[in-house]
């Protein structure tokens, strides 16, 4: 929650008061003609409201009546490996920052550590995603947006995610794991191929799309600056 | 983030403009002797400035300088089981709440149903505190004040928290299994002694209390509304 500082309602006091001065100074000045009326009323005016505008200020500071929420929303990032979330998720909270908004930044790379034991079977990703979700609608209902990016190929727990948030945005990164091998370093597609690795979405597990994805971007065709350009858009058309 | 809505912004420049109005126009009474005039400025000034108030206003609303986050804290409540720890968040969480703070209850009750695979071991029980600390640290940096009541018996993961948040306050209600035991249902300490069920703290696993522990309440002593009134002096005098 935000507070007035002393220092801005000290500045708003001034800016304030030249505005409001120069008017009165005018308005008498105009009625009497008298060009030393118009100075010493705006004087003593100055002197007075300035100190009446401070006061006025602190007492409103300390208000809540309609000082509303800036609405928060969900903006849930999915794909299968390397498609493109990580970084795509970045771009969006860097750009959103500058709009002076709150974010959360959820990723999988920092909330898998902290679930170790947690594996890649249907049901340990499923409830993974499922308890992701009740983090982002936490952070949602205080006001935060929030932008996570996971691989959450399964309806299930991203439909359950959905449930629990006001407002959950899906964003889903289409692709193939042949074009995105291109961007390997671990080639983590050639080892699940070769059956060293398992529950790889996009090779032996099926990525299930969703007909209720708000926005579909096809990474096959854009490059990763023009599918930010594209979801900032999104964004600010329909979320802020 | 909170943004001042219109109706706010034209209420304040209603309840401005009649604290200033009336000083211009006794101003001008005072210099001029002339009432009509005075009250001509202040008519004129009244409609002038009502417009010109209400866009220094919204100009204002749209810039975030001097606009300061109330500071967040951790509120970790600690204890033995049945000590006290849900009902006395609960009710901080209500005085606070009529402070018009931005609060986050994380209570044992609600938490630990999203990690049903987790155990009461003394490493499970560090993981798991440890990740609620995590979640804590979070909410603490949006700005969001949270009040979690865990029994979590161990230094090791509660200092884990505290070296992870930036206001961590670590509120212990020291009491005794025999003490707690009238305020029992399920008589988990019963169970305990018969060996039923195991990891009880207090019982076959030992409370670790610590010297860094901020607020120490003898639950042994005082009544539930006692310990929250100590709660709360201590919060407003040390806190906001």
């Known amino acids: 929650m935000y507070k007035d500082s002393n220092l801005r309602t000290i500045l708003k006091t001034i800016s304030w008061r030249i505005t409001a001065t120069t ?4 308005l008498v000045y105009l009625f009497t ?4 009326t118009a100075i010493e009323v705006g004087l ?3 002197g007075a409201k300035m100190l009446f505008y401070y006061l006025h ?3 409103w500071d300390k208000m809540m009546f309609g000082r509303v929420e800036v609405p928060a929303f969900v903006l849930w990032i999915t794909g299968i490996p390397r498609s493109g ?3 795509l998720g970045d771009m969006v909270e860097t750009r959103l920052k500058d709009e002076k908004l709150k974010i959360q930044r959820l990723d999988s790379h920092d909330v898998r550590p902290l679930f170790p034991e947690t594996g890649f079977s249907r049901d340990e990703v499923n409830n993974h995603i499922k308890r992701v979700g009740h983090l982002a609608s936490m952070m949602e209902k205080n006001g935060i947006i929030t932008i996570a990016s996971f691989v959450s190929p399964f309806t299930e727990s991203r439909e359950f995610v959905r449930s629990i948030c006001r407002n959950y945005v899906e964003v889903y990164l289409k692709t193939t794991p042949d074009h995105v091998r291109k961007y390997e370093t671990d080639d983590i597609y050639d080892k699940a191929k070769r059956g060293l690795v398992h529950n790889v979405p996009g090779v032996d597990v099926e990525y299930e799309a969703s007909e209720k994805t708000e926005l579909v971007i096809d990474m096959t065709s854009l490059s990763l600056e023009e599918a930010s350009e594209k979801l900032i858009k999104y964004i600010k058309k329909n979320l802020i």
Chains 1, 2 share one sequence.
């Open 23 to 26: 008017t009165t100074a005018t």
């Open 85 to 87: 979330k990580t970084t």
């Open 57 to 59: 200020e602190r007492m």
């Open 44 to 46: 003593l005016e100055m």
């Open 33 to 36: 003609g008298q060009l030393q």
